[in-house]
C-alpha cells in the first residue's frame, strides 16, 4: 500500500525558510512524476511544484515560482521542497502525492507563517 508521509513543517517568521520532506512507502519515487501540494483551510487543494519522473524537470506555481525549490533523493526514497522568503499566504497544509494518482493523501505538514 502506498503511504507518504511529510514532514519539516512549522512556525517561522516572513522570509524565513523551511525545508519539507515527504517520504514515500509502497512506491519506488525514483521514476515518478513527483509533486507538492498545498491546502488551506476551506480552500482547494493546489499543486504548486512538481518534479518529472524522467529527466527531473520542475514546473512550479506562479506563486512560489522562484522562492520554492523541488528535488528528489532516490536512494532515500524522499522527495523535498525548499522553501525561502516565506510569506504569510503560505500558511498552509502540505502535502506531497504522485501527480495525477489516486494515491491516498499523507497527514501533511502544518506551514505557518506569522511574525
Not at 500500500?1 to 525545508?19: A, C, D, H, K, T
Not at 506555481?61 to 523541488?70: C, D, H, L, P
Not at 525548499?82 to 502544518?110: E, F, H, I
Amino acid at each position: 500500500q502506498v503511504q507518504f508521509v511529510e514532514s519539516g513543517g512549522g512556525l517561522v517568521q516572513p522570509g524565513g525558510s523551511l525545508r519539507l520532506s515527504c517520504a514515500a512507502s509502497g512506491l519506488n519515487l525514483s521514476t515518478k512524476t513527483m509533486g507538492w501540494y498545498r491546502q488551506d483551510p476551506g480552500k482547494q487543494r493546489e499543486l504548486i511544484a512538481f518534479i518529472s519522473g524522467i529527466g527531473d524537470d520542475t514546473t512550479y506555481a506562479e506563486s512560489v515560482k522562484g522562492r520554492f525549490t523541488i528535488s528528489r533523493d532516490n536512494a532515500k526514497n524522499t522527495i523535498y521542497l525548499q522553501m525561502n522568503s516565506l510569506k504569510p499566504d503560505d500558511t498552509a497544509v502540505y502535502y506531497c502525492n504522485r501527480k495525477g494518482s489516486g494515491d491516498p493523501w499523507g497527514q501533511g505538514t502544518q506551514v505557518t507563517v506569522s511574525s
